[in-house]
């Protein structure tokens, strides 16, 4: 699981996603970013997290389900 707190767009998990498709590599990926859109209205950090499910408790649920 890759968690990018910013768009998913050309981040990390995209690199690793090539480099996965490259190699024909065997294991899962999830990809947890932003989405395309603006997300500046949302004035803390902490709220934007949690707006778009990058908080403890969304990354928390997100990797059992991944299991």
Known sequence: IVIEEHYGQCGLGTRIAQWRALHDAA???????LPDAFVHVIRHQAGMREHY?????AI???VREFM
């Not at 294991?27 to 970013?33: Q, T």
């Not at 499910?53 to 408790?57: E, I, K, Q, S």
């Open 27 to 33: 294991w899962r990926l999830r990809i947890m970013a």
């Open 60 to 62: 928390a649920e997100r």
């Open 53 to 57: 499910g990058l908080d403890a408790a």
